[in-house]
């Protein structure tokens, strides 16, 4: 299993799928132990300081990329040849390179991911100088940004990894574990574990009816819970005594009936993990692991459990950027994935369709613990863009019209949050990147 740090996957485009935009900051060079870590970690032995690299041109790249190819003497002949049979020769050593370079990854790879198919030689070169330089951005002008995957058609078109970070590496999803059980009460809803969204939440937790003194405690539905309407004051904290406690979370005043007021409220995402992992009589994280992640080819991830043993609904579960970006696909392909339906597409169609106006911490409209774009910011648009977001800017954001999926992850602290660098990035270099790829 990946642990937060593992530098497996560092280096630059000749070390990671397709050979595109990828670079992930990071010293390839820099001298391991036998233990993993650097060797002027403490207790390591001294080593010789190298000399710094001077950056290499862009042919000397390519020419790195696709070694026993004679690169070199393509090159140093191509300047004598017309305009167009360089052009050609250049987009052939790209489509070689990617290849050579799928091959080369797919066995670090394969293990826990399925390969995204390659792009065409064309729409490789053509993704190398529209992605070119982002990640130097990334790395200089986003520093809350830790890591991007971006996938358009179904192939992968860029990512970026900081230093530390590879693309199995375990990050911290915060809130989007919402968005992620929601998938999971579709699927028991396909199984007919959960009966129906507008099931009462107290067949499942009937401690919620018995304590509460409140006869509004008698009307939630799992469809309350799902929007985000149960009618209790918002609580965006997390406490690991609370989080998973059934008595403290159903206890709560009510401010509003079931259905009528939009709060945030990490309380009732935690009330309806309980309640599915009632209703399909196993751990919330077993449950994703057999019908959700091991379908997706997700094979590592975690799920923080509460001080009573439940797993949590608000946060808590860790995924790589890659799985996040399944997750996404899943998502915008309204459930299904491949020939198979592992979420009904009528729930999954409520999900990121808009259920109420929403509030903060978005601002935005909400569906299923999904956000939902205010508007559709392409004309014709059909479906807007709907999002996973969690707290200081981790993000799996779905813009179905381009048939476009990012995750993205950041620090979590409230600055990076305040900040908003990622979607700033994918709303901005991301997209643009991404439209003009398609036309």
């Known amino acids: 299993m990946a642990r937060e740090g593992d530098l497996s996957s560092r280096g630059y485009a000749e070390d990671l799928p397709l050979g595109i935009a990828t670079q992930v900051a990071d010293n390839a060079n820099a001298p391991i132990t036998k233990k993993g870590t650097n060797a002027d970690s403490a207790g390591a032995l001294p080593q010789k300081p190298q000399k710094p690299q001077k950056p290499q041109k862009q042919r000397r790249v390519f020419m790195k990329m696709v070694p026993g190819l004679g690169a070199q003497k393509v090159f140093g002949v191509a300047w004598f040849l017309p305009t ?46 529209l992605f070119g330089g982002l990640a130097t951005r990334i790395e200089s002008q986003y520093t809350d940004v830790r890591s991007v995957v971006v996938v358009q058609d179904g192939q992968l078109t860029f990512e970026y990894y900081r230093r530390g970070i590879a693309a199995d590496t375990l990050q911290d999803t915060q809130s989007v574990t919402k968005s992620v059980l929601a998938l999971l009460v579709g699927q028991a809803l396909k199984s007919g574990q959960i009966k129906r969204v507008d099931q009462l939440v107290a067949e499942l937790v009937p401690e919620l009816a018995r304590a509460h003194p409140d006869p509004r405690a008698s009307q939630l539905r799992i469809a309350h819970l799902l929007t985000m309407t149960a009618g209790w004051p918002g609580a965006q904290f997390s406490q690991r005594d609370l989080d998973d406690n059934v008595a403290w979370i159903t206890r709560r005043p009510f401010v509003a009936s079931p259905g009528n007021q939009f709060n945030y409220d990490n309380g009732a995402a935690n009330l309806l993990a309980i309640a599915l992992s009632r209703a399909v009589g196993k751990p919330v994280s077993e449950f994703a692991r057999e019908q959700l992640f091991t379908p997706l080819g997700i094979r590592h991830f975690s799920w923080a459990k509460g001080a009573n043993g439940y797993d949590l609904g608000a946060l808590g579960l860790r995924l790589g950027t890659r799985d996040m970006a399944r997750l996404g696909e899943l998502a915008l392909g309204q459930g299904k994935w491949g020939s198979n ?99």
């Open 341 to 439: 339906t592992l979420v009904p597409s009528e729930f999954m169609r409520a999900a990121t369709s808009t259920r109420n106006s929403g509030g903060p911490p978005l601002g935005t409209p909400y569906g299923y613990l999904w956000w939902v774009a205010n508007s559709a910011p392409d004309r014709g648009a059909t479906h807007k863009p709907f999002v996973a977001s969690g707290h200081g800017g981790q993000w799996i954001w779905v813009y179905p019209e381009l048939n476009l999926v990012v995750a993205a992850t950041s620090n979590t602290s409230p600055q990076s949050m305040a900040r908003g660098q990622a979607i700033t990035l994918i709303r901005t270099q991301i997209l643009q990147a991404s439209r003009a790829l398609v036309k």
């Open 84 to 129: 167009w049979l360089r052009a050609f020769l250049l987009t052939l050593l790209v489509a070689t390179a990617s290849a050579a370079l799928a091959q080369k990854s797919s066995s670090a790879t394969a293990a826990s991911h399925a390969e995204w198919p390659q792009l065409s030689p064309g729409k490789a070169a053509k993704a190398l100088q």
